[in-house]
């Protein structure tokens, strides 16, 4: 049965993904002329997946999944909102890569929509905070991954939003936080009509959830930078961004490496 606070996010996902797709943030005519548009942490923790299959978990409109197609995957992205499909069908077409596939589907029902098992499975930015329960997340991956097989996730850190947002919440907050009216981050002029659901995850859940599925975290890390510019003033180096008055002494990102 479809999950009803995943619905309502999907409705917000296809209200915005249009307005994403055409921004510039997104570099979708850099992108058209060959450009990359993986991050150097990911890229460093899979290395070579030329020739591996690679299952991209919540990828929007999949610049990222045919990023990694671009570098010999042989690539399958996921995500719940049917726009952001359509949109992802329409850039693997413009960019030579018709061999991609794209399944859209609500992660908790993903099970039974794809025959394939997975050497990879990625997940990258702007992601966890839609998932309310991690054990039943994890399971999807444990039953997607093939043994000897990798999932890799680089995302925010709930740690982060503490400090950066004036919110009530604190990092041990249990239960959706409703959201309605919020800018984009893309467009920040842009109000988003429809109201969104999120969930905030303590680090120790991810490895706790993990654990559960019976999967081996092997590597976590931490990071002072971020995947986006946070408050639209941020300097960027390289693939990430920092305050203007420099590092932040607090963590924005984290990365967890798991094997079946
Ligand atoms: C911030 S975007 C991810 C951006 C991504 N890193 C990229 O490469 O563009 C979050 C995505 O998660 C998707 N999503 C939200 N809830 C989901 C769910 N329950 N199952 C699958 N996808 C979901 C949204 O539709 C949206 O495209």
């Not at 058209?32 to 591996?52: F, R, T, Y």
């Not at 919540?58 to 909102?81: E, H, K, N």
């Not at 925010?156 to 947002?165: K, N, S």
């Not at 706790?208 to 639209?232: C, P, R, W």
Request: aromatic share 14%; net charge negative.
């Amino acid at each position: 049965m479809a999950n009803k606070h995943n619905e309502q996010n999907r409705d917000v996902w296809n209200e915005i993904v249009e307005l994403h797709y055409n921004h510039p943030d997104y570099k979708l005519n850099e992108f058209l002329d060959g450009w990359n548009s993986l991050k150097q942490i990911e890229k460093d923790a899979l290395g070579d997946v030329s020739g591996k299959s690679l299952m991209h978990l919540m990828c929007q409109f999949g610049m990222d999944t045919l990023s990694w197609a671009r570098l010999g995957a042989d690539v399958t992205g996921v995500d719940i909102s049917d726009k952001s499909i359509e949109f992802a069908d329409k850039l693997k077409q413009a960019a030579g890569i018709p061999e991609a596939q794209f399944i859209r589907s609500d992660i908790y029902d993903l099970i039974g929509k794809s025959d394939k098992k997975f050497d990879i499975i990625f997940q990258s930015h702007g992601t966890h905070c839609w998932i309310e329960d991690l054990d039943k997340w994890a399971e999807v991956i444990a039953h997607y991954l093939k043994p000897g097989g990798t999932f890799f996730i680089v995302d925010g850190h709930a740690i982060a939003d503490l400090f950066l947002w004036d919110d009530e919440f604190t990092y041990f907050h249990k239960g959706p936080y409703k959201e309605s009216n919020w800018n984009d981050y893309c467009d920040r002029s842009y109000k988003v009509k429809g109201e969104s659901v999120e969930w905030m995850h303590k680090l120790s859940d991810f490895v706790n959830a993990m654990v559960k599925a019976g999967l081996t975290v092997v590597a976590m890390d931490e990071y002072n930078h971020s995947y986006y510019d946070i408050k639209g003033d941020w300097v960027q180096k390289g693939d990430y961004w920092h305050p203007p008055d420099g590092a932040t002494k607090y963590p924005l990102m984290f990365s967890m490496k798991v094997t079946k």
